[in-house]
Each structure stands twice: as structure tokens, then as C-alpha cells.
T-cell receptor, first 112, second 112 residues
Framework: SQQGEEDPQALSIQEGENATMNCSYK?????LQWYRQNSGRGLVHLIL?????REKHSGRLRVTLDTSKKSSSLLITASRAADTASYFC????????????FGEGTQLTVNP | DTAVSQTPKYLVTQMGNDKSIKCEQN?????MYWYKQDSKKFLKIMFS???????INETVPNRFSPKSPDKAHLNLHINSLELGDSAVYFC???????????FGEGSRLTVL
């Protein structure tokens, strides 16, 4: 069964606004990661949060993890047109090795 | 300088043909992967290799045969191509089993 599901599927905002994307998953995890994919390009790792962490920051990115609700959120503050991309969460399931399971992604469009 | 490089970037071929995609990483990682991304951007793992040994074969038809001649290379050969094989194939690598993935730029396969 599919592990990660992102919400919303698509998000359109103006430059300068904040963007929040959510991810839900089904099983116990070791860590959760967020990736960005620009159109026609490969995925780029943004941030990793471990199962014993609740919040993590990296520049304009803030990630939260609630293992009791099996959910995570990615907040991008002060968005820029260059943030336009698809964003994916990926989970590293406990008991599995060498396997990251990706969600369906959120398409973020930041209008200048 | 490219960390994970895969060739070719585009591949257009007829049903029934055999084709290969090559991948090389210069990051010194010991784990390499093939992921398939469909037209809805859903990303699914196909294979994982650790130190040239197959770790994951995710119920992929045996028309798909990965080969890892050494830790830095993981190639994908596809026999008897079908329309449903049309997708973008991503190679990735990681240090160990559960860390950040580094992706190539993808190889878009179109089967006519």
C-alpha cells in the first residue's frame, strides 16, 4: 500500500506568502525526508527529520513530525518564484532496509 | 562534477525492442537504486543494490534486469519493451541504507 500521501495535491500562492504542505503515512518510521523536484529534473533532498525529533529548521524551511498522528508538515516561509516545484515526502519504514517510500507529491506554484 | 549521472536523458523506441540505461555515481556511496516515476509523478522503487549485491527487487517484471559491475555503477536493461514501460527512470545513490538519496536527472523512456 502507498505509504505517504501529500496534501494538498496542488498549491498556488503569491511570492512572499508562506506555503504549507502536509504528509501522512501509515507505518512506523525511522525517519521522514522531504525532497523537491523542479520540472524535468531529478529530486533534490531538502531535509531529514528522525522519528525522535518533533521539529527541524533549515533556512526558510520548517518541518514538523507528529509520530502519534503519523503526519509531517513542510513550511516554506517567504516563498519565491524559484520555489515553484513538486515537493515529496519520503519515509524510511522501520524494519525495511534500502527503501524510501515516496508520497504522491504537492505541486507548488509561486506566482511573482 | 555531476554526482549521479545517467544516460541517455531521452529514449524513444518501439514496442518489443531492448534498451539500456546507464548510471554512475562519483560520491563513493555503497547503495544505488532505480526508481520509476509515472505520468502522475508517483515515484516507486524498483531495485536497490548495496556493494554490488541486490537488496531489493520490488516485484518488477523479469524483463527488467539491473546490473552492478562495481559500486559506482548500476545499469538497467529492459527487454521486450511495452507501452506501459513509458516513464521517467531515476537512478539514485546513498551512503548506507537509510540516509539521504542523491538522484540523477532522470531518463525519460517513451515506448511507441
Amino acid at each position: 500500500s502507498q505509504q505517504g500521501e501529500e496534501d494538498p495535491q496542488a498549491l498556488s500562492i503569491q511570492e512572499g506568502e508562506n506555503a504549507t504542505m502536509n504528509c501522512s503515512y501509515k507505518t512506523s518510521i525511522n525517519n521522514l525526508q522531504w525532497y523537491r523536484q523542479n520540472s524535468g529534473r531529478g529530486l533534490v533532498h531538502l531535509i531529514l527529520i528522525r522519528s525522535n525529533e518533533r521539529e527541524k529548521h533549515s533556512g526558510r524551511l520548517r518541518v514538523t513530525l507528529d509520530t502519534s498522528k503519523k503526519s509531517s508538515s513542510l513550511l516554506i516561509t517567504a516563498s519565491r518564484a524559484a520555489d515553484t516545484a513538486s515537493y515529496f515526502c519520503a519515509t524510511d519504514e522501520r524494519g525495511q532496509i534500502s527503501r524510501l517510500t515516496f508520497g504522491e507529491g504537492t505541486q507548488l506554484t509561486v506566482n511573482p | 562534477d555531476t554526482a549521479v549521472s545517467q544516460t541517455p536523458k531521452y529514449l524513444v523506441t518501439q514496442m518489443g525492442n531492448d534498451k539500456s540505461i546507464k548510471c554512475e555515481q562519483n560520491l563513493g556511496h555503497d547503495t544505488m537504486y532505480w526508481y520509476k516515476q509515472d505520468s502522475k509523478k508517483f515515484l516507486k522503487i524498483m531495485f536497490s543494490y548495496n556493494n554490488k549485491e541486490l537488496i531489493i527487487n520490488e516485484t518488477v517484471p523479469n524483463r527488467f534486469s539491473p546490473k552492478s559491475p562495481d559500486k559506482a555503477h548500476l545499469n538497467l536493461h529492459i527487454n521486450s519493451l511495452e507501452l506501459g514501460d513509458s516513464a521517467v527512470y531515476f537512478c539514485a545513490s546513498s551512503r548506507g541504507h537509510t540516509g539521504e538519496l542523491f538522484f540523477g536527472e532522470g531518463s525519460r523512456l517513451t515506448v511507441l
